[in-house]
């Protein structure tokens, strides 16, 4: 299904006059790139630790006959808590934001399987949670939905990180990753493991994010080589660049199997809970918000940027978009950066040498190479197990019925051709 218009996301007034005001706004995002700063809490004070257990506790609902009666008395029992919550430290506030958003979800798909009636309707959401849910996004310049930062960057634990204390990226690893928040359950005997697999599922994201912190690391050194007109550190940090790509998109394709992430489960009982949909509520006539979708990892956003690969096709433009999903330093970054997106290319192809121009393309045909088995994984799991089920995706189609395969590989393969095309090949006079 061809994209629908989406409003321009208007780049910042003034671009940064140049280079050096744009390596400053890689500061906030080095240590942990797009995962927030402080590894996520696990609890929460006073009332707001119901909300908490209360996603664990839906699961049974959500897999049988919906949460909304549940949710109803838990809105009740809450009451308005806005000015408590105002009250709350900034990590505290962020646990509250990823939780209501994460309420709000399962009341709007009420059960998996997702019922058709679902995309028909504007649900009247649980007064005190969605008042309290649209003032956090409010305050923290997010979208009135989940997103992938509330959804799955903030529901995450490690065995090696204490709750609400700064981390690196590179200290979250796989097998001590787990979700923090699971709204599904496994009860004995399922062998379906929905917990299990929504488990992977974050997992994916947040260890592909984890993985984009190298990427962004490297691409700020090659931003800052090009400006210094510093050719061997232009070639450091483009190899730099090419083997975090490697090691962000391997991260990707190591969980993206389809005995791993299972291609027969994951479109019916994983996926619909992180798409949206509806409208933000002060435009109601305005376009529907996506949800928690894979345009938003900042990991591949990032290499496309130092790699000068342009936003113009409609997958470029829905990339660009979802960028009103991230959170203000992220969205600020991305913006700021794309009048500066040659700089990098430009550099190589000018002064560069062999070397730089080798390293630059190995990393454009990593992203590439990723991109196309992205394309053909995520055939298959759209195509689920061949029946017809509701919910496409999240931020270019969202429809009942059977996804549209060839308009998610006309989306892709456009998306591939942007890429390849800045390809910058070897020296005519190598050196
Ligand atoms: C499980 C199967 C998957 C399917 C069916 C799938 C489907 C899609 C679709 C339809 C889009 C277009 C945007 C939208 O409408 O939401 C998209 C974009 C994207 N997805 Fe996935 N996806 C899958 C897995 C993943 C995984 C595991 C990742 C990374 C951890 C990922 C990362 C991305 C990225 C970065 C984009 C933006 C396009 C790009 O940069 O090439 N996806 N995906």
Same mark, same amino acid.
């Given at each position: 299904?061809?994209?629908?218009d989406?409003?321009?996301?208007?780049?910042?007034?003034?671009? +940064?006059?140049?280079? #050096?005001? &744009?390596?400053? $706004? /890689? %500061?906030p =995002?080095?240590?942990?790139?797009? *995962? !927030?700063?402080?590894?996520p809490?696990?609890?929460?004070?006073?009332?707001?630790?119901?909300?908490?257990?209360?996603?664990?506790?839906?699961?049974?609902?959500?897999?049988?006959g919906?949460?909304?009666?549940d949710?109803?008395?838990?809105?009740?029992?809450?009451?308005?808590?806005?000015?408590?919550?105002?009250?709350?430290?900034?990590?505290?506030?962020?646990?509250?934001?990823?939780?209501?958003?994460?309420?709000?979800?399962?009341?709007?798909?009420?059960?998996?399987?997702?019922?058709p009636?679902?995309?028909?309707?504007? +649900?009247?959401?649980? #007064?005190? &949670?969605?008042? $309290? /849910? %649209?003032? =956090?996004?409010?305050?923290?310049? *997010? !979208?009135?939905?989940?997103?992938?930062?509330?959804?799955?960057?903030l529901?995450?634990?490690?065995?090696?990180?204490?709750?609400?204390?700064?981390?690196?990226?590179?200290?979250?690893?796989?097998?001590?990753?787990?979700?923090a928040?699971?709204?599904?359950?496994?009860?004995?005997g399922?062998?379906?493991?929905?917990?299990?697999?929504?488990?992977?599922?974050?997992?994916?994201?947040?260890?592909?994010?984890?993985?984009?912190?190298?990427?962004?690391?490297?691409?700020?050194?090659?931003?800052?080589?090009?400006?210094?007109?510093?050719?061997?550190?232009?070639?450091?940090?483009?190899?730099?660049?090419?083997?975090?790509?490697?090691?962000?998109?391997?991260?990707?394709?190591?969980?993206?199997?389809?005995?791993?992430?299972?291609?027969?489960?994951?479109?019916?009982?994983?996926?619909?809970?992180?798409?949206?949909?509806?409208?933000?509520?002060?435009?109601?006539?305005?376009?529907?918000?996506?949800?928690?979708?894979?345009?938003?990892?900042?990991?591949?956003?990032?290499?496309?940027?130092?790699?000068?690969?342009?936003?113009?096709?409609?997958?470029?433009?829905?990339?660009?978009?979802?960028?009103?999903?991230?959170?203000?330093?992220?969205?600020?970054?991305?913006?700021a950066?794309?009048?500066?997106?040659?700089?990098?290319?430009?550099?190589?192809?000018?002064?560069?040498?062999?070397?730089?121009?080798?390293?630059?393309?190995?990393a454009?045909?990593?992203?590439?190479?990723?991109?196309?088995?992205?394309?053909?994984?995520?055939?298959?799991?759209?195509?689920?197990?061949?029946?017809?089920?509701?919910?496409?995706?999240?931020?270019?189609?969202?429809?009942?019925?059977?996804?549209?395969?060839?308009?998610?590989?006309?989306?892709?393969?456009?998306?591939?051709?942007?890429?390849g095309?800045?390809t910058?090949?070897?020296?005519a006079?190598?050196?």
């Open positions: 299904m061809p994209l629908p989406l409003p321009a996301v208007p780049l910042p007034d003034a671009p +940064p006059a140049g280079v #050096p005001e &744009l390596l400053t $706004l /890689f %500061r =995002l080095a240590r942990t790139g797009f *995962l !927030p700063p402080t590894a809490l696990l609890s929460l004070p006073g009332p707001f630790q119901a909300l908490l257990d209360a996603v664990p506790a839906l699961a049974p609902a959500y897999q049988g919906g949460v909304r009666a949710l109803l008395d838990l809105d009740a029992a809450l009451g308005d808590r806005r000015d408590d919550a105002r009250q709350l430290d900034t990590a505290q506030q962020e646990a509250l934001l990823s939780v209501t958003a994460i309420l709000m979800h399962l009341y709007r798909w009420n059960a998996v399987p997702v019922t009636a679902r995309f028909q309707e504007r +649900p009247t959401f649980p #007064p005190h &949670l969605h008042a $309290l /849910f %649209r003032d =956090l996004s409010a305050a923290h310049d *997010l !979208p009135a939905c989940g997103t992938m930062h509330t959804l799955k960057y529901n995450w634990r490690s065995d090696a990180l204490p709750p609400g204390q700064p981390y690196h990226a590179a200290q979250v690893q796989a097998g001590q990753v787990r979700i928040h699971n709204w599904h359950a496994t009860p004995a399922d062998d379906r493991d929905l917990a299990g697999q929504l488990d992977l599922w974050i997992q994916t994201f947040v260890l592909t994010e984890a993985r984009g912190q190298a990427v962004l690391t490297a691409a700020a050194q090659a931003l800052a080589a090009a400006h210094h007109h510093d050719r061997p550190a232009l070639e450091t940090a483009l190899e730099a660049l090419h083997a975090a790509v490697q090691a962000m998109t391997r991260q990707i394709n190591t969980l993206m199997r389809f005995r791993v992430v299972r291609s027969d489960l994951w479109r019916v009982y994983i996926q619909p809970t992180f798409g949206w949909g509806l409208p933000a509520p002060d435009a109601p006539d305005g376009p529907p918000l996506e949800g928690a979708s894979g345009l938003q990892l900042g990991g591949t956003q990032v290499a496309d940027l130092a790699l000068g690969v342009p936003f113009d096709s409609n997958l470029g433009r829905a990339l660009r978009h979802s960028r009103t999903s991230m959170t203000p330093p992220q969205r600020a970054l991305l913006n950066w794309e009048p500066h997106r040659n700089v990098i290319r430009a550099a190589v192809l000018d002064w560069g040498g062999s070397r730089a121009r080798g390293a630059f393309d190995a454009l045909d990593d992203l590439n190479r990723w991109r196309v088995s992205h394309r053909e994984r995520g055939a298959v799991y759209l195509r689920g197990d061949g029946r017809e089920h509701v919910m496409a995706s999240t931020g270019t189609q969202l429809d009942a019925g059977t996804p549209h395969e060839q308009a998610f590989r006309d989306l892709m393969n456009e998306r591939i051709e942007e890429t095309a800045r910058v090949g070897p020296a006079d190598p050196d």
